[in-house]
């Protein structure tokens, strides 16, 4: 093994697992249901994490650190002697975890030098290469799953472990930096995580999150996105006698729901492509209401997506005489790619780094919200930076190790590009 090799081993990648382990075994799921009142954190556990992260900061000598009553932990590393007037740049990475899958008592498992065969879990959870081409390509690797009872969490603990390794990594080996900020955030995953984040105490012009997929992998792009609150008013009557008189809302929107284009549904599309994706219906006679997401890559798009549903809304009242149907819209969030082309230097960085630890760039558009296009909206150009983690919200979650060491080689790599910036 190289020189070069040794150093990575003994201060990234071995630092890395050690604290990728410690972080999965953590439980920081989040509640929507708690989080959509307002309430943050919406669980405690997560604020036990960020506590946690604290002390290891402070471990490291960083002095000047900041938990909000909302569990956002927020530190920040004075630049390096000469190095003071180079810009800030902001680190992100969320707390908690997806609720749809256990994250409670996670046994992460670690497979060293993958064999390329299928590894297969508890509860007949199985990896299988043949599916799942990222495997394929990770033989002689160090995978990393949970026991197939829960998620892994490597979203996010893979961009925290990561984070938390450059840090220590850029201190340690006394590599020039300008002035760094980190933020570890709670609720990400309820839609809620950049909801209380103090963005007055971030000093840098430019953030990135770590909170992607694929090793190599940069998002600038991502949806944007809509709630429609669809509701249905009909008239009650007996059913005995409901001829004349009843306006049924069940069926009124069981006719609503049928007309939207099946092509255009989540499970129908992919890549650029957006969609209409009923989300939650209740209701009787009386009334009825549904919920729809509206995502689209382009607001044109969106736009026509808007106007779809009125006119289905329309369409349904008029098959219903004596019924109502309202159309409500909510955006929820924007595409971030405008905001991150106005200030290009803020990609051109990323792309060069991820070019200089020696990885293909790959472009990939996220087909959901992120933190980053909510701060790209608060006017902190926010891409987003891969993490080596795979199949997230799942049990079939997995990280590779290599993948994430490449994190924080780009991480670094970032940290010394914009230490060059004057
Ligand atoms: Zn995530």
């Known amino acids: 093994m190289s020189n070069l090799q040794n150093l990575k081993k003994t201060f990234i990648t071995e630092p890395l697992l050690k604290r990728f382990l410690s972080f999965v075994k953590i ?15 919406s669980t405690e556990r997560q604020r036990d994490f960020a506590q946690l992260l604290q002390n290891e900061f402070r471990l490291m000598d960083v002095s000047d650190l900041t938990l909000t009553a909302e569990s956002y932990l927020c530190a920040r590393i004075p630049a390096s002697k000469g190095y003071e007037n180079c810009p800030s740049v902001c680190f992100l990475a969320h707390l908690d975890t997806v609720e749809e899958v256990s994250g409670k008592d996670v046994k992460p498992l ?48 893979a961009g925290v472990a990561a984070i938390m390794t450059s840090v220590e990594y850029v201190l340690k080996n006394a590599v020039p930096h300008g002035q760094i900020e980190v933020i570890f955030s709670p609720d990400e995953e309820t839609g ?31 949806f944007n996105a809509c709630k429609v609150d669809v509701t249905f008013e009909g008239r009650a009557t007996h059913t005995g006698t409901a001829r004349p008189g009843m306006v049924n809302a069940v069926t009124m929107t069981a006719k609503f729901l049928q007309m939207l284009p099946q092509q255009e549904s989540p499970e129908t599309t992919d ?35 808007i106007e779809t549903v009125k006119t289905l809304a329309k369409a349904t009242e008029a098959a ?39 990885l293909p760039v790959r472009f990939v558009p996220i087909r959901g ?5 909510r701060l790209t909206e608060m006017g902190f150009p926010t891409p987003n930076i891969f993490t080596g983690g795979h199949n997230f919200h799942s049990k079939k979650e997995w990280a590779s190790l290599s993948q994430m060491t490449s994190a924080v080689e780009v991480i670094c790599e970032l940290v010394k590009l914009w230490s060059i910036e004057k």
């Open 27 to 41: 439980w920081t799921t989040s509640d929507s249901s708690v989080a959509d009142k307002g309430i943050q954190p």
């Open 110 to 157: 670690v497979f060293s030098n993958y064999d390329g065969n299928p590894i297969t879990l508890k509860n007949d959870v199985s990896l299988d290469p043949d599916e799942d081409s990222a495997l394929a390509q990770c033989v002689g690797d160090t995978i990393i799953t949970s026991d197939g009872t829960t998620l892994l969490g490597a979203d996010d603990k």
């Open 192 to 222: 809620h995580g950049m909801d209380h984040v103090p963005a007055g105490w971030i000093q840098s012009k430019f953030c990135y999150t770590v909170d992607g997929g694929d090793v190599g992998e940069v998002e600038a792009e991502c």
């Open 271 to 305: 890549d650029y492509q957006g969609f209409y994706a009923p989300m939650e219906v209740a209701g009787h006679i009386e009334s009825a209401a549904v919920i729809l997401f509206l995502r689209d890559f382009e607001t044109d798009g969106m736009s026509r997506r």
């Open 320 to 358: 219903f005489p004596g019924g109502k149907v309202d159309v409500k819209v909510t955006e929820q969030y924007k595409n971030m790619k405008d905001g991150i082309m106005k200030n290009p230097v803020v990609m051109e960085k990323l792309v060069q780094a991820v070019k200089n630890t020696g």
């Open 369 to 373: 919200g992120t933190d980053g296009s």
